[in-house]
C-alpha cells in the first residue's frame, strides 16, 4: 500500500469527521460552563490524550443538573514498546461523560481552527 496515499485519505477521513462534528449548530447550543474546545484532555476510560471538539448536555444526575458530555479526538496511541501497531486504529473520536475526562487546564486550549486547516478542514468558528 502507497504510504503518502493511505496518509491522505486518513487526512481526508479524519477532516470529514471534524467536520460532522464541529457543525454550525453545535457552536449555539454549546453548553456555557463547560470546557473550551481545542483542551487537552485524558479520556480516562481509553487512558488516551485528546482534545475536545463539541460538548453538549445529556443526561441528567441525580441532583437535576444536566450532566456535560464532550466529544473528544484522541490522538494515536505513541507506546514505544507497542508490538501490534495498526494504521486503522489511529484517531479515535468518542463522547465522553464530563466526570470521565481530566483536563489539562495549565496547557493552552489548540486552536481548532488552525487544526482544521493542517487538516484540509473547514470550521465555522
Known sequence: MNDKKYSGDLVHQLKDVLDSVMGG???????????????????????????????????????????????????PDNKVFTTSYSNSTQFYLSNEYEYEVTAYLMISPINIKNMSHVLGGNFLL
Open 25 to 75: 449548530d453545535s457552536i449555539d447550543n454549546y453548553p456555557p460552563e463547560s470546557l473550551p474546545m481545542g483542551t487537552y484532555v485524558k479520556a480516562n476510560k481509553y487512558d488516551r490524550l485528546g482534545v475536545i471538539v463539541d460538548a453538549f448536555y445529556g443526561d441528567v444526575d441525580k441532583d437535576g443538573k444536566k450532566i456535560i458530555i464532550y466529544t473528544v479526538l484522541m490522538f
